[in-house]
């Protein structure tokens, strides 16, 4: 029974990421608790020895910490902050619960099957509202240029593939693959970034091109059905049949390359970026952590320091805009909330979990172990816009990557 409702849970996942924030929240509260029931029942605690999971816990007493003395200090409206940094503790036990509820290769299996028929329905599903301009539920995106899918108005499509996409692929690429087997699951690779293309967002585009050509580079070419070249040659005929053919398209990538380089001032590197909105964002960003370098401002208080009048810059064209629930960039978030004190020990702990797996993977000379490790390597890149770190959404994409990555590096038996 403990193994079924395992299997039922993570499998969940994606799905209560489409359904929204309370069944997100609801199945990693479930989660949760099976963790600790399981724990308790079978007497099995070692796991919370381990380094990371100790610096995780000792980066969230930081968070509450911070969280109450900023909001004591600087008098913000509301206590969401002080919340969001309370309920870190479900990510921390969210990311150890594929090495605590997998018991076997075949649970593993099943979760990972049940995904991969997700992730194709979705994937089916943007190039159906690409072409007819609403998906399979009818719902219609308010941007035509960019793709909602079962997101009903949110365009983050986009970032579900990512998360599951090749960790699915790579995971049954792995093994001894019939020809038809093998023939769907190239496909699969080759289609991730392709849909992510055509979804309109670039910033997951971009990422899934990175992923994708270093999974390519690591991958043993038994594996594939084609050469590695001619793969890449396909990618790159694909994308621009995709701009001929569709003008939505079209339009969204050359909004990108105009807003670049129609500038007032071609020779200053900063206006590259000056009809670009997020960069207003990374600039107030920038200044709070100036003006508060060790602590930041806490946790989800972004949108409140942003709107003061001191970080109005008439140089910086959307400087009026500036203001949003968070700066649209992982680095910028952490600093300008959490200072250096939070930004050092948070990318201290993922960085040294990440040399460890990836030593794990060069071993093991296993795909699978390293696809994990790359998206978390990629979750990280700087000046990509990206959504708020700490966020539902977001976060547990992360933590269900790294949840992930921790069993590969754990379990001999994988």
């Known amino acids: 029974m403990f193994n079924k409702i395992s299997i039922y849970l993570l499998s969940f996942l994606p799905i209560s990421l489409i359904l929204g924030n309370f069944a997100i929240n609801l ?45 004591y200090l600087m008098d913000y409206p509301d206590y969401s902050g002080l919340v969001r940094s309370l309920t870190f503790f479900k990510f921390i036990l969210l990311a150890y619960s594929f090495k605590l509820l997998i018991i076997s290769p075949k649970s593993l299996n099943k979760v990972m099957k049940i995904w991969c028929l997700i992730i194709c329905v979705v994937i089916f599903d943007v190039f159906f509202e690409r072409i007819l301009g609403y998906n399979i539920l009818g719902y219609v995106s308010p941007d035509h240029t960019r793709i909602v899918s079962f997101f ?24 001894n693959l019939k020809f038809k087997a093998k023939l769907f699951f190239n496909s699969l690779l080759f289609f991730i970034p392709v849909t992510i293309f055509i979804s309109g ?53 050359k909004l990108l390359f105009n807003r670049i380089l129609i500038v007032e001032d071609p020779q200053k590197f900063s206006d590259r ?69 939070g930004y050092t020990f948070l ?47 977001n976060g547990t994409l992360f933590w269900i990557v790294f949840s992930v990555a921790s069993i590969n590096f754990n379990k001999e038996k994988y």
Request: aromatic letters at 16%.
């Open 201 to 253: 967002e670039r910033s997951n585009f971009i990422k899934s091109i990175i992923i994708f050509f270093v999974i390519l580079f690591l991958i043993n070419k038994i594996k594939l059905l084609i050469g590695k070249k001619t793969t890449i040659i396909l990618l790159i005929l694909s994308i621009i049949t995709g701009l001929i053919t569709n003008e939505s398209i079209y339009i969204k990538q």
């Open 273 to 341: 970026f000056q009809n670009i909105s997020y960069f207003a964002h990374y600039d107030v960003a920038l200044k709070i952590f100036k003006d508060f370098p060790f602590s930041g401002v806490g946790n989800k208080n972004f949108r409140h320091q942003c709107s003061r009048e001191k970080y109005f810059d008439i140089n910086i064209k959307f400087s009026t805009h500036r203001c949003n629930t968070h700066p649209h960039q992982v680095h910028f978030e952490l600093l300008s909330e959490h200072g250096l004190i």
């Open 152 to 175: 009903k108005d949110e365009a983050v499509v986009g970032g579900l593939i990512l998360c599951f996409g090749f960790i699915v692929t790579t995971y049954f690429l792995n093994k």
């Open 347 to 393: 990318f201290y702990v993922i960085l040294l979990f990440i040399r460890n797996n990836l030593k794990r993977a060069k071993l093991s000379k296993n795909i699978f172990n390293y696809s994990s490790n790359i998206y978390l390597i990629i979750f990280l890149i700087p000046l990509l816009p990206s959504g708020a770190f700490f966020s539902t959404f």
């Open 27 to 71: 199945n990693i509260l479930l989660i949760n608790f099976l963790i600790l029931y399981h724990c308790y029942k079978n007497n099995n605690w070692s796991w919370i020895k381990e380094s990371t999971f100790k610096l995780l816990i000792f980066f969230n007493l930081y968070l509450i910490i911070n969280s109450i003395i900023l909001s």
